[in-house]
């Protein structure tokens, strides 16, 4: 790892995690915040202010440990989570148009939060969206995304998440993806490469099949993407492999249930060659394709046709599955995740479950947040009082009414 510095307010956030999985934090902290003492190995977000998203506005500032957002439907609990993961990773989990997040009827929304990051720095976050541009600052800096995200790392259990397990492939190398940037950001840039790149060569291919080329003249207009492909899906498949053996360690693969969960990377390539000269067989497996992209018209080898093999005892979850399987699986893939992060990191991410008691019963939920406490900063919401009565021993409670959310005093 990278050379160790002592902690001091000046240090940057990297110089920080560099040496935070050695860090003890001292007895007594400075922190204004008694509720956030000696919890240094996350990310706390301390408070968030909202400006006109959705149907929200006003400020809330959050416990270290469970967080439980109750309310009537409607009222505006998954949307405040929205907002901390809009903090977090600059994007939403409800819409690919940020702009449907701004209040109807307005142009501007405006997310910020306070994030502590050791007991003597707090760093502020902001992400602003008007129309259809959005900016991103810290400490109100405006920063590039790569440079932004990193700071606060969200992960998100619900019902959305759970194409995870039960959807196409792409969804299982979003996770995968996701896992991978939240450990080294720049991984973003090559998957942008990636993208761009065979969408070049798709159009290509389209242009080579209307205009009737060749397999020569076609081979020799695509060998410089092939080129290009061969070399980032070398990459992508190496970081995704890797990624899998990290998650593949530290799965608690009996902790719900007792079949037990396994993973394994499942390569396009499998069976066409020795995937331990990755480039080698990806490049070879290109010149000999070129007949069937023709006729494809898009691009049919490269890491965008890669999966994840999910199964229980076994057999393929996706199909074999009972609903709470499903569920359960998803919950230890991104414990799994969360456990990578911080073994690489030296703190934790946010966790956020929306509608929790929905999608697991009391008993599995009893045993997840046994088993995240005094590890996550956790934010979940419930229609549910009985929830809050059975889980609110250790939590901070708030109500939910109307987009505003009010601290309940026990
Ligand atoms: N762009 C927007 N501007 C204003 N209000 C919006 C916007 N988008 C959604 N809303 C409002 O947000 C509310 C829904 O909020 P949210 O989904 O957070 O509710 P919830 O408390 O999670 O409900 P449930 O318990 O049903 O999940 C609705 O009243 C909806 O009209
Ligand atoms: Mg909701």
Redesign the pocket.
């Known amino acids: 790892m990278g050379v160790k510095k002592i902690l001091t307010p000046n240090n940057t956030k990297r110089d920080y995690r560099q040496i935070s999985k050695n860090y003890r934090p001292p007895l007594s902290t400075s922190s204004t915040d008694p509720r956030i003492n000696d919890k240094i190995t996350k990310m706390l977000l301390e408070s968030l202010e909202i400006h006109n998203f959705?149907?929200l506005n006003g400020k809330m500032s959050f416990g270290s440990g469970l967080n439980i957002l109750v309310?009537?439907?409607?009222?505006?609990?998954?949307?405040?989570l929205?907002a901390i993961y809009l903090l977090g990773l600059t994007r939403s989990f409800k819409t690919a148009k940020l702009t449907?997040?701004?209040?109807?009827g307005e142009r501007l929304t405006i997310v910020s939060g306070m994030v502590r990051e050791s007991p003597e720095i707090t760093r502020k976050l902001q992400v602003a969206v008007e129309g259809n541009t959005k900016t991103l600052s810290i400490n109100d800096k405006k920063e590039t995304v790569q440079r932004y995200l990193g700071q606060m790392h969200v992960v998100i259990f619900n019902a959305d998440e759970l194409e995870i397990i039960r959807g196409a492939p792409d969804a299982r190398r979003r996770f995968l993806d996701g896992g991978i940037v939240s450990l080294h950001p720049p991984f973003v840039q090559t998957l942008a490469d990636y993208n761009r790149v065979l969408r070049q060569k798709n159009s290509l291919l389209i242009s080579a099949r209307d205009n009737e080329y060749s397999l020569e003249k076609t081979s020799e207009l695509l060998a410089p993407w092939n080129e290009q492909l061969a070399s980032l899906s070398a990459r992508i498949h190496r970081a995704r492999v890797r990624f899998v053996e990290r998650i593949n360690e530290v799965l608690e693969k009996k902790l719900f249930a007792r079949e037990e969960l396994s993973i394994r990377y499942l390569s396009s390539l499998e069976g066409k060659g020795d995937l331990a000269h990755y480039e080698a067989l990806i490049a070879e497996r290109l010149g000999l394709r070129v007949q069937a992209e023709l006729v494809a018209g898009h691009a049919l080898i490269g890491t965008h046709r890669d999966d994840l093999a999910v199964s229980f005892d076994g057999h393929d979850i996706r199909r074999f599955g009972s609903s709470g399987q499903q569920r359960s699986a998803l919950l230890l893939l991104q414990l799994a995740n969360i456990a990578v992060f911080n073994a690489t990191r030296g703190e934790y991410p946010l966790f956020l479950l929306?509608?929790i008691d929905a999608e697991l019963d009391y008993r599995r939920i009893g045993q997840l947040l046994e088993y995240l406490e005094g590890k996550t900063q956790t934010f979940v919401?419930t229609?549910k009082e009985s929830f809050v009565e059975r889980f609110d021993a250790h939590a901070s409670v708030f109500d939910?009414r109307e987009?505003l959310a009010e601290e309940r005093r026990k």
Request: a negative charge; aromatic letters at 8%.
């Open positions: 959705r149907n309310g009537e439907n409607g009222h505006g609990k998954t949307n405040w929205e449907e997040a701004i209040r109807f929306d509608d919401t229609s939910v987009g």
